[in-house]
């Protein structure tokens, strides 16, 4: 029975106090149902969750999912539920543009995403239009470090990542290198040889050759090998996702060519491994966790990952656990602090990560030491920390 035909009935048999008192009551019910039932605060997620590449979409959802449920199982954020809105950006640009509006027309406060640069770097305009901020758990690209804008990350950019490997390889006495990247990813991949370059040529390398190409468009993995290893290179820096650096990976073994090889932090998921087998065996990257770290709150969220989907976690879905948590804290000031959500973000200071503190610098960077990291017997083991000068709260 709809309201109107239920008061319309019951005036019948109230006097117009009655029926007064009757519609007071009502009004008291419905009111008392809507504050038993707060409105939901909406988080959307923006990642590639199909294709080839979906490893990093995949772990970074799932990784969102936990902190959400976590945060709603300890009441919410000021009392709020927290419902979360996913959508496939499909890897594309005009993917991460569509996914986003989606997101911003079903009334999210924030999205967290997207898990690559080019897709960031695409989606930016959409949320600087609606001014809701971007929160990346892996966008590394230096394009975006010096900007006041709603882009927010809780890594550092890979300007450091790649003037650190630039050093490892100097350290290793390689003073030729070949560099390979996945131009569909030139935000990422350009930047980040670049910073390698300019060090490793400031410490008397040669970078021999860089080498794009275009993970959309199938290349013939064999030739790319053989291109890299004409030009004499004594080691080869991958810049590419897990699937494609271990398929570069395979054919440069094949084809007998043993150089050491230098992977981007972007292939530090298990699908490296798995598809990369001993053809990976030795390489090694830089990244912004310690992966051996013994820390009660890692090992518990390793634990629960593992129960709850059947896989570890990669990067990817600590980080961006890390990134609901650490937007979770924002909201709370904003509802406690009368701060808007921008500003609490670049207010985060020491914020307990999983695997150690983080902040965020005055452009919504952030900021965390880095890690030295190789594949060794099959699995991914941390070398040493890397502490640098370039590690600073205004990178």
Known sequence: MSGRIFLGTMNKYFSRKGRGVLIVALACILILGACSHPEPIRIGFSGQLTGKQSDLGVQG??????????????????GRPVELLVQDDLGTPEGARAADRALIEANVVAIIGHMTSSQTM?????????????????????????????????????????????????????????????????????????????????????????????????????????????????????????NDTALIAQHIRINGWSVPLFISGWAHTNTLIQIGGRAVEGAELITHFDIDTQTQPYREFVACYQKRFGQPPTFAAIQSYEAMMVLAQALEKVETQGLNLSQALVSTRDFPGLTGPITLNQYGNGVRPHYLIAVQGGKFITITRLESEEIETEN
């Open 122 to 242: 695409a989606a930016l305009e959409v949320v600087e239009k609606a001014g809701i901020p971007l929160i990346s758990p892996t966008t590394s690209t230096t394009a975006l470090d010096h900007l006041n804008d709603h882009f927010f990350r809780v890594i550092p950019s890979n300007a450091t990542e790649g003037k650190l490997l630039a050093r490892r390889a100097w350290k290793r006495h390689i003073t030729r290198i070949v560099i390979v990247y996945d131009h569909d990813n030139a935000p990422f991949g350009q930047a980040l040889a670049e910073a390698f370059t300019q060090e490793y040529q400031s410490l008397g390398g040669e970078v021999v050759a860089l080498v794009p190409f275009s993970s959309s468009q199938e290349p013939n993995m064999n030739m790319l090998a053989s291109q890299l290893q004409a030009t004499g290179a004594e080691g080869v820096f991958i810049i590419a996702s897990a």
């Open 61 to 78: 959802r799932n990784g969102v999912q936990m902190a959400v449920d976590e945060i709603n199982a300890a009441g919410g954020i000021a």
